[in-house]
């Protein structure tokens, strides 16, 4: 089969999170084993009879307005292209700005293919226009190939896969089918709901207590995550859930707000606390004996 490794880049608010979520808007759960691109912040996978394709962040990639940042970002940037197969760059249709150019210049550093979509065709009316756009944008670069598409209304996606697809070079596939979330999601998911039991709990949070996210399920436009919160002792528990569950609830729906604004997703959090003498690896016998909130 093919897989391989795509970078979605483009400016803010062409659509490169709404086509994401599309190309990926599927079911699936964590990635429990090491992943093989490590350097990379996994944000989703696309699983298709075709092949296989893990889209990544490329932080480096941002457009910085600081000029002396430019050179660091560059190599930042050319250190997360590094192991990418192709470049996904986004445009929107009905507008090229500056900063487009920007970010296009800052291709020109890289010998990764770059594909080209032109995301946003619904705004175009007459489509008469759409040709001479399309023959404009193409000029500026020697790209892969260029895609007119609406993330929106989810036309020409197809036309998408099947040149992301077929550029994946040969290979065993790089996740299972099935899983897409990346451990840098999982443990800032982690990271968050300590820092509201921290600010919940003030001076009464014990000390060893530890979160593990069980689930993170993508399911259309939501994550569905199941976390469980580990304690010593009975009593921590009872702390950790509060009056009537008054505790748990609070740190829930914080650390849910958060969530979303790192996703940028809708989020369905369920929280579960649990002590560690009761602790078994499988996840069914949690269940049994967890508490759901
Ligand atoms: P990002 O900043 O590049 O990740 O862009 P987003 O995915 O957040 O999208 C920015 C805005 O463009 C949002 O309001 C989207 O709903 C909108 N948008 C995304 N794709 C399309 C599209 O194909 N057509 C139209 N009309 N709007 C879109
Ligand atoms: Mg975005
Ligand atoms: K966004």
Redesign the pocket.
Known sequence: MRSGIVA?I????????????VLVGQKVSIVSHKPQTTRHRIQGVLHHPDGQVVFVDTPGLHIVQKKALNRAMNDTAAGAMHGVDLLLF?V?S?RWTDEDEAVLQRLSNFDTPVGLVI?????IVDKEKLFPLLEKLAAKRNFAFVIP?????K?NLEGLIKELTSRMPEGDALYPEDMIVGHDTSFAVAEIIREKLTRNLHQELPYALTVQVQKFEVDGNMDRIEAVIMVEREGQKAIVIGEKGATLKAVGTSARRDIERMT?RKCFLKLWCAVRENWSDDMHALRRFGLSN
């Not at 995301?119 to 705004?123: C, G, L, T």
């Not at 598409?149 to 209304?153: D, I, M, Q, T």
Request: aromatic residues 0%.
């Open positions: 979605i483009g400016r803010p608010n062409v659509g490169k999170s709404s086509l994401l979520n986004v929107d009905s995301n946003k065709i619904d705004k598409l609406s993330a929106l209304r036309s940028e």
